[in-house]
């Protein structure tokens, strides 16, 4: 059962509680972006055995949107985080690196 | 005007934990910046309390204040109070950005008593009310349906959910309880 720990209430909600919202840090490609990028934003993931960023939502609970990361083979959890933020905070990347040197997921290591 | 009756007009079940509907309650759920002075002011005015810290709920169902999330507060006064303390509200808050709502037929109230509150509650949701502490409110899944959990005393405890659930949410609480289905 993967539980994670929602950065806004602070409850450990477990799976159930919780609404899946794909990959974290994606950048939006919307109306006047070019077919390459709007068909990268629309489609194209990540798809890691590994270190990996999501978003989640804490929807029974207190219905904030967060972010996560994890490990996808093992269910470990590194770390959960704001959503107001484009990119990993430092302590995030640096529990990561503690448990798996040398990690890289799209744009960040 | 219409007669106000709750979704199961005071039902309750005897098993081994007491399940009661709770009756009529006025809930009025605000959305707001929880530390402006405005906001505490307009909330305690309603109900009498300070704005409980995160995950707090201060007070009774009479006069209370329930942390709902970092942005959103449930106040509870009496049920005829209700309309007249969410309008009281809105004019304390006046410019502040936030937005009152009053959401007391929205809402099924009930309580449970007993002794063993905590196991009946523990065998239809996820969250770890063994460790859960008197005086917080913990919102979670309850079988298949949100709702809101608190216990005022060791053997009271409280649940709101959607008036729309609430039948399912008695007979649930009611299977729960129901004697033979001790598991301790
Ligand atoms: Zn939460």
């Given at each position: 059962?993967?539980?994670l720990?929602?950065?806004?209430?602070g409850?450990?909600?477990?799976?159930?509680?919780?609404s899946?919202?794909?990959?974290?840090?994606?950048?939006?490609?919307?109306?006047?972006?070019?077919?390459?990028?709007?068909?990268?934003?629309?489609?194209?993931?990540?798809?890691?055995k590994?270190?990996?960023?999501?978003?989640?939502?804490?929807?029974?609970?207190?219905?904030?949107?967060?972010?996560?990361?994890?490990?996808?083979?093992?269910?470990?959890?590194?770390g959960?985080?704001?959503?107001?933020?484009?990119?990993?905070?430092?302590?995030?990347?640096?529990a990561?690196?503690?448990?798996?040197?040398?990690?890289?997921?799209?744009?960040?290591? | 005007?219409?007669?106000?009756?709750?979704?199961l007009?005071?039902?309750?079940?005897?098993?081994?934990?007491?399940?009661?509907?709770?009756?009529?309650?006025?809930?009025?759920?605000?959305?707001g910046?929880?530390?402006?002075?405005?906001?505490?002011?307009a909330?305690?005015d309603?109900?009498g309390?300070?704005?409980?810290?995160?995950?707090?709920?201060?007070?009774?169902?009479?006069?209370?204040?329930?942390?709902?999330?970092?942005?959103?507060?449930?106040?509870?006064v009496?049920?005829?109070?209700?309309?007249?303390?969410?309008?009281?509200?809105?004019?304390?808050?006046?410019?502040?950005?936030?937005?009152?709502?009053?959401?007391?037929?929205?809402?099924a109230?009930?309580?449970?008593r007993?002794?063993?509150?905590?196991?009946?509650?523990?065998?239809?949701?996820?969250?770890?009310?063994?460790?859960?502490?008197?005086?917080?409110?913990?919102?979670?899944?309850?079988?298949?349906?949100?709702?809101a959990?608190?216990?005022?005393?060791?053997?009271?405890?409280?649940?709101?959910?959607?008036?729309?659930?609430?039948?399912?949410?008695?007979?649930?609480?009611?299977?729960s309880a129901?004697p033979g289905?001790?598991?301790?």
């Amino acid at each position: 059962m993967l539980m994670l720990k929602c950065p806004y209430c602070g409850v450990v909600a477990d799976e159930t509680e919780l609404s899946p919202g794909g990959q974290a840090h994606l950048t939006r490609f919307g109306p006047g972006a070019s077919d390459e990028d709007f068909e990268s934003y629309l489609f194209m993931r990540e798809n890691p055995k590994g270190v990996h960023f999501e978003r989640w939502r804490h929807s029974n609970g207190c219905g904030k949107w967060f972010h996560a990361a994890r490990c996808t083979a093992t269910l470990e959890v590194f770390g959960t985080y704001s959503a107001q933020t484009v990119e990993p905070p430092e302590e995030v990347r640096a529990a990561i690196t503690a448990k798996r040197p040398g990690w890289s997921w799209g744009e960040f290591s | 005007m219409s007669k106000a009756v709750t979704a199961l007009n005071r039902a309750a079940y005897d098993g081994y934990v007491r399940i009661e509907d709770a009756g009529l309650c006025g809930m009025i759920s605000l959305r707001g910046d929880l530390s402006d002075a405005k906001v505490k002011k307009a909330c305690k005015d309603a109900s009498g309390q300070a704005m409980p810290k995160a995950r707090g709920i201060v007070g009774s169902l009479d006069g209370g204040i329930g942390w709902m999330s970092p942005d959103e507060a449930l106040v509870l006064v009496p049920y005829a109070e209700a309309p007249a303390a969410a309008a009281r509200m809105e004019m304390t808050l006046k410019t502040a950005h936030a937005l009152v709502v009053e959401v007391s037929d929205a809402r099924a109230v009930f309580t449970l008593r007993g002794e063993k509150l905590r196991e009946v509650l523990a065998k239809v949701t996820p969250a770890d009310i063994a460790a859960l502490p008197v005086g917080e409110l913990h919102r979670t899944r309850v079988a298949q349906v949100a709702g809101a959990i608190w216990l005022s005393d060791e053997t009271t405890a409280h649940l709101i959910c959607f008036r729309s659930v609430a039948e399912y949410m008695f007979e649930l609480l009611s299977r729960s309880a129901m004697p033979g289905a001790e598991v301790s």
